[in-house]
């Protein structure tokens, strides 16, 4: 071991040899994370201590994977494959399935997605007769999660006075009656939300000591991965968890809390010797990385953060290229910019297309790339599309295999009851829906008693609901004999569905029929894995417990392949590329509108960009227009106030680039606001939050474009009003609102069909009909 602890550089070997007490690491981007809890993970069990009794918690199944095959590497795997290592989700699932009958559960409950959630409450929504304009299902779901992930029970909302003032100007009054009845809903299904696997966890470990005290003495030391992205309900369960022996390990980076909007509190991790008061700091500070250049740019941007754990990232790589700054005149000139840029770059450096990454802050922003890709016959994939789990095909047949598991479960009934096609239609489904209400049972109950819960239907359809009922029976009777991939592919089979797939030749239907055999592949490569690592666990729930947690970057399949990657700058957290173009640095686009005038929006918003810069190795460029299309009309924008953060000796931008002739609004201070579920209450002796700092911002205002900026609703530019669009000539300098700067190399026609010949900086030679033209005459 200790020859493997030479290859550690100082900060990271003194990082992985204390195992005494608790350790806040923080790491920079670059400096070797996973190297580090990968070591100490293999040096604890070097020391003694039992695989089964390490807890490792991780953000993503990719990384706990990741981790564990290099423990394995290092230690062998008959260490590794006991480790308790994994995501919040899913180590908790594990937990509650075990000890699911002391909160009201049994431990076949099924996992709803995100889209079952949001189902569930869209069809609440619809039997309270509320307007789903107001009460949007996905706002609705935002703030149940909210509430859940701080720990807010339904009863504990409806007697919040603060939440409810605040629902109830927002016309939103009945939502504490809409989170009871999900709830509810959720509980008669067996079934639990994504939220809910931390939020039984805790209430789990609060209510019931003996079973905390048992997991704590099973987890003699934990580690916890990207600590600085937890919540306030993941924060509470691990420390109720080290609270016995404090031997914790929290590895992250505060510059790199990102995540707020997702419950994350940044506290957690600036606030750890607090709550450790024993507790020793390590800084892994030298980024193995990005170069020289890379580096000391992001640092110059995020030293601007008032809330931070001071440290130096460092480099010893090569000086490198500076950072390239752009400004385009229209958010089209910024695609034509970035695309010709890669073709270049790929070209001189003989670079393949997967070296390539866009970075946006919204997903919205890719269309404009897209085309200008197309254009160039640039290949590239949009990370974070539909995943393979999220496509309807394969949706349907998962659906069936958590009815099998667990028929209670509400959404998966309304799904596969009619699919394929057997006659039972909406009417039929609202009987059973409203039956089930009235006598509070899941629609499963109803249909297997529907004389007994006086189902009003005729001979005909109670006996499709028979046969159907009889179908699924007859798969629950296989559970315990077969593998997952045997009943899987017996499902498939006898349900229909293989058959009303095979029946679509189309080039859609083939892709359908594609999909269900790489599902039934993956089942089988599931259990064959199992099987092989002799881990058990072989059977339809078992498979359903894994998949149902999986993200975006776990099912990810295309990321090796030869493509430009465009992606939010969210979504590219961990990842790193040799070439990164970050776009869209324009203030109320980046910063948000919505952060940029609150203290602690403001600061993760630059941490965001700070995010982007460095998951740059090699080349960086950031781009920004001056113009942007957005609601039907052209507006002006300004530059962000970042680009004006970062030192300009490592930045490569032409004369003028970073002002543009726009005025940079820097407020002098900022209203210190917090989020109105951080860190509540829940029996913690802390303060009821305020409704007013629940974090539902306001649209911002629509900013008007500076007087001199072209009419983008009158097509007749500076020329037109009055003017001569004779005058018009070769060798005139114009700038156009979207092609930029060009010259016009040749004029033809006369009156109204007059045409002008552009050669274009950036975006190629163009022909313009100078009547509806809009551009100014420069020189």
Known sequence: MNNLLNQLNKQQREAVEYINGPSLIIAGAGSGKTRVLTYKIAYLLQQGLPPQSILSLTFTNKAAREMKERIAQLIGWQYARYLWMGTFHSVFSRILRTEAERIGFTANFTIFDSAD????????????????????????????SNAKNALVSPTMYAQNKELLEYDQRSKMSVVKDIYKEYNNRLRASNTMDFDDLLFHTNCLFRDHPDVLKNYQERFQFILVDE??????????????LADAHHRICVVGDDAQSIYSFRGANIENILKFKEVYPESKLFKLEQNYRSTQNIVNAANSLIKQNQDQIKKTIYSENDEGERIEVASAFSDFEEGVIVSNK??????????????????????????????????????????????????KEIKDVIAYFRMIVNPNDEEAFKRVINYPTRGIGNTTLSKIGDAARLHSVSLWEVIKNPQGYNLNINAGTANKISSFRELIESFIVQLKDRSAYELASII???????????????????????????????????????????????????????????????????????KVTMMTIHAAKGLEFNNVFIVGLEEDLFPSAMAKDEFRGLEEERRLFYVAITRAKEFCMITYAKSRFRNGQINACNPSR????????????????????????????????????????????????????????????????????????????????????????????????RFGIGKVTAVSGDTDSRKATVEFENSGTKQLLLKFARFEVIK
């Open 227 to 240: 600590y600085q992205d937890t919540n306030f309900a993941q924060y509470l369960v691990v420390k109720q």
């Open 642 to 737: 970042f680009l004006k953060d970062i030192d300009d000796t490592f930045l490569n931008a032409n004369p003028g680039v970073l002002s543009g002739g726009f005025v940079f609004n820097r407020p002098e201070t900022y209203e210190n606001k917090s989020s109105a579920y951080s860190n509540n209450n829940y029996n913690q002796g802390r303060k009821t939050p305020s409704a007013t700092e629940t974090p539902r911002p306001e649209k911002p205002k629509a900013q008007s474009p500076p007087s001199n900026f072209v009419n983008t609703r009158i097509a007749t530019p500076k020329l037109s009003a009055g003017g001569n669009i004779g005058e018009v000539e070769v060798g005139a300098i114009i700038k156009h609102e």
């Open 492 to 562: 498939v089979k006898q349900s229909g569905i293989a058959t009303e797939a095979y029946q679509d030749q189309t080039p859609e239907g083939m892709s359908r029929q594609e999909n269900l055999q790489e599902l039934l592949s993956g089942i089988h490569e599931f259990v064959e894995s199992r099987q092989e690592e002799g881990l058990g666990g072989i059977g339809l729930l078992d498979f359903l417990s894994e998949v149902s947690l999986l993200s975006d970057q776990d099912t990810d399949k295309e990321a090796d392949q030869e």
């Open 117 to 144: 959630s949001r189902n569930l409450i869209k069809t609440i929504i619809k039997q309270f007769q509320l307007d789903d304009k107001v009460y949007k299902p996905a706002k609705v779901q935002s703030i149940i």
């Open 342 to 391: 890669i073709w270049d770059l790929r070209r001189d450096k003989k670079a393949p297309y997967s070296d390539f990454v866009i970075l946006y802050r919204t997903n919205a922003q890719s269309r404009i790339f897209e085309e200008a890709l197309r254009k160039k016959n640039i290949p590239y994939r949009i990370y974070g599309g539909l995943s393979f789990y999220q496509r």
